[in-house]
């Protein structure tokens, strides 16, 4: 036998030995002793990170899957957030954590998704320690990819189709947060990731009705400004109101996921509480050529509620209520195409409207930008039958 074979031989047996008496080995033992003081600088933050990563590699090639996740993952990264607020140095760890959690099949259940909301807590609060801005900034966007990251682990390895719940409405929070410390002229990060408000706003309300609060929503909206007269005058070439459009976002959602009954919460409630024009007013608006305002997304989103619980034989009045508020709202919103792909899915399912073939979607959306403009009211569109407008009509009561 090597001299080399000899020395493992007897690592091995020294290490057997410390596990039978119930001790711990000589590098957990040190990176405890590095964590143990109540304050710590970044260099013992950063010894103690380096042996936390040794050892949960170690720990996943022996296949000691839980040790890798929670003692050397998780228990480190809460001492080094909660007890030392080493937000920079918890950072790296909880990226492996994200891939050791996948690499290992751990399961998305109740115990991991709390120790994920515990985890973000301590996040945000020490990274909101921080001194530098600049600093925290960047810690903050690193966070959004760490939850995004454990959305997709969710999804794969949890109950729940599209990720768990509880996640969504983590990421929904942060992005949230985000976009009140922005502006529209925020830079887009390294790997191409808008941080801009329109952007943050809108991704926040997609992942609050992907893990189904419609009344948070409903909460956020509240404390937008009301649509300005140039947002709603006809043929405007601004984006639509920022509460308007990311009210129809979200509904969009809540529809495209066959959750009617949250997207009919939200609307009732908005028109309730939040909306301060009359709701007749602006239903005559919308069938009006002539009052020069631009089709209003309330009445819109009331049709749309009341079309998607009918039969499949309402797709011709999905169809004729799409065109124009497509034009007009849903193409100058943020990332147009998204919105298109909610439309799609709508018709399909609800309607059984199978999309076109690629290339004639294609030229489609040539022919209506090279048309220009949006509609105004509902100037433009082909006439309908009155006995169907009347039907679409009566069946927005429900939302007053």
Known sequence: MSAAAARRRKQLAAKAALASQGGTDPITEKMNQLLA???????TAYEALQLAQSQLRKSVKAGEFVKATVTYGYDVCVSLLDKHSKAAVASQLLVQLAQTLTETHTACDGAWIERIQKLDKAYVTAVGAVESSVEQKRLYRLHKKFLKSILAWSEVLGDVTLGALEIHELIAN?????SEHCSNASKDDEDGEEFTKVALTSESVTHYALAEKPLVILDKLSGLPDPTD?????KHVCPPAAREALLTRAILVFVTMENIRDAHILLKEYIGKVEKRDLEALKKSYMSKTDKKAPNHIVFLSMLLSIVRKDKKTGPLYTWLLKGFSNSELAK????EILKG??????????????????????ENMMSMMGGGGLGGMGGMPPMDPAMMAQMMGGMGGMR
């Open 37 to 43: 003081p109540d304050s710590i600088d970044e260099e």
């Open 174 to 178: 942060h992005a949230w947060f985000l």
């Open 230 to 234: 140039r947002e709603l005058k006809e």
């Open 333 to 336: 919103m943020y990332k147009p």
């Open 342 to 363: 909610y439309t799609t899915k709508i018709g399909r399912i609800y309607f059984d409207i199978q999309p076109p073939p690629s290339m004639m979607a294609t030229l």
